[in-house]
């Protein structure tokens, strides 16, 4: 792959998203025609962006079971694996905290909700019981792992592989023979996430159109208060957050950063899936921003179940406008409850789409607001989704940069390369493995 074509591809990426956008409201607008609506958006559109989806999902549990073992093959020691997933831990919850505590002061001082006509909806949502945190725990050993690969389970998958990896290292010249192979198959299967990512504009292009021309604009005009200012609370948490952050915690260019987010952004903008912008994340993070596998395997699936900064602020913010509307008080510690539950709530949120709006009735009873009110703001849920799950993303690349920085290992040469981002260049540079810790 020549140097310039990780970018050339982040431009037609960026093209088949306006694109999308452009046409697919185009279509609703105008209206598709019973032809165009069957045979094009929901056939030949449909298809793409299906196979598109399956096409990334289809790498996940690969490629986080064989890049997790080769990361954890390269740490030292069971110590440092402890400390890089503690500070990766911290600064998840941290940064999910922030990101509430944001949307919640933004929509306190707008105050969506008020005088909005709760009567113009008649959708239902009816809520889900959250397991129980003992459940939890108990459920993040696989009792089978294959089962676990087969239902993608990443908490059981991360914990398999970790277990499968330290075995590896202490195993002593048989492990050798089996590191070996599985660092060769890292770099096999990230050349598939190539393939994947270089038909990118076309699946981009597919959903996009698709999501635009179902989805008309006009919806969004009885909820644009709650629309905006959970848009803006999402701007700031990725355009000043996060560069803070990266500037503060890691002394890192925040600009160069966002120009090497276009990837992962366009891949979790297209999917709303966290969960199926993993391999992307993973190749951006490794091969753009130079995080070591030994980190980025364990950091970016880890943050793509548990880290949702963008969930966490829909749901400060549905809360809010949520209490407006049925004219209820919040008070202050009702507002640390939806700090306290939303934080939580996006470890529970599983890494597809809508799925927040599930965990978005524990934090809705927390603080005693009808779970019903979910169904006032479901029609506009999936923009938002797009939006929040680009954020989610995100933050779990800043996260892997900052851990990465701290621990004296990311390679500040590929971060601040505007070339970097392919398997073939990072071989170049570490012939016998794409591991550079
Ligand atoms: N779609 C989000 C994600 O995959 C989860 C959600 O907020 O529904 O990151």
């Not at 105050?111 to 709760?118: E, L, N, Q, R």
């Amino acid at each position: 792959m020549p140097s310039s074509s990780p970018h050339r591809l982040t431009r037609q990426i960026v093209i088949a998203m306006l694109a999308g956008i452009a046409l697919g409201v185009a279509l609703n607008q105008l209206g598709a025609g019973p032809w165009l609506q069957t045979f094009v958006v929901d056939g030949l559109l449909h298809v793409i962006g299906s196979v598109f989806v399956a096409a990334l999902k289809m790498m996940v549990v690969p490629l986080v079971f064989v890049s997790l073992v080769v990361g954890v093959t390269a740490l030292s020691d069971l110590k440092t694996l402890g400390r890089i997933g503690a500070k990766a831990l911290a600064l998840y919850l941290a940064t999910t905290a922030l990101a509430v505590t944001i949307a919640l002061a933004l929509a306190g001082a707008v105050g969506p909700g008020h005088g909005f006509d709760a009567g113009t909806t008649e959708a239902g949502f009816s809520g889900k019981e959250a397991p129980p945190l003992t459940q939890m725990l108990i459920d993040l050993v696989p009792t089978n792992p294959v089962a676990a690969m087969a239902e993608g389970n990443m908490l059981q998958i991360i914990v398999f592989a970790l277990l499968f990896g330290v075995a590896v290292t202490m195993s002593g010249t048989r492990g050798r023979h089996v590191l070996n192979f599985f660092t060769d198959l890292d770099v096999v299967i990230m050349h598939m996430v190539e393939w994947i990512m270089r038909l990118a504009p076309w699946g981009v292009f597919a959903l996009i159109t698709r999501t635009f021309a179902s989805q008309g604009l006009d919806i969004l005009l009885p909820l644009a208060a709650y629309f905006l200012t959970l848009t803006a609370a999402l701007a700031i948490q990725l355009f000043v957050t996060y560069p803070v952050l990266l500037r503060l915690l890691a002394s890192l260019n925040p600009i160069t950063f966002l120009k090497k987010m276009r990837d992962p952004a366009a891949f979790a903008f297209s999917t709303a899936s966290s969960g199926a912008t993993i391999p992307v994340t993973l190749h951006t993070v490794e091969y753009k921003m130079g995080v070591p596998n030994s980190i980025a395997s364990f950091t970016v699936p880890l943050g793509a179940t548990i880290n949702m900064d963008g969930t966490a602020m829909m749901q400060g913010v549905a809360t809010v406008f949520i209490a407006n509307v049925y004219g209820i008080d919040l008070t202050l510690t009702d507002y640390l409850l939806v700090v306290l539950t939303a934080t939580l709530a996006s470890v529970g949120t599983a890494a597809i789409p809508a799925v927040g709006l599930v965990t978005l009735t524990m934090v809705l009873g927390q603080v005693g607001l009808p779970v019903e009110g979910i169904a006032l703001i479901i029609g506009v849920d999936r923009l938002l989704d797009m939006m929040r799950t680009t954020v989610n993303v995100s933050g779990d690349c800043v996260v892997s940069c900052i851990v990465a920085k701290s621990e004296k290992a990311l390679d500040l040469d590929v971060f601040n390369d505007p070339a970097a981002g392919s398997v073939e260049a990072a071989t170049r540079r570490h012939p016998l493995s794409t591991s550079s810790a």
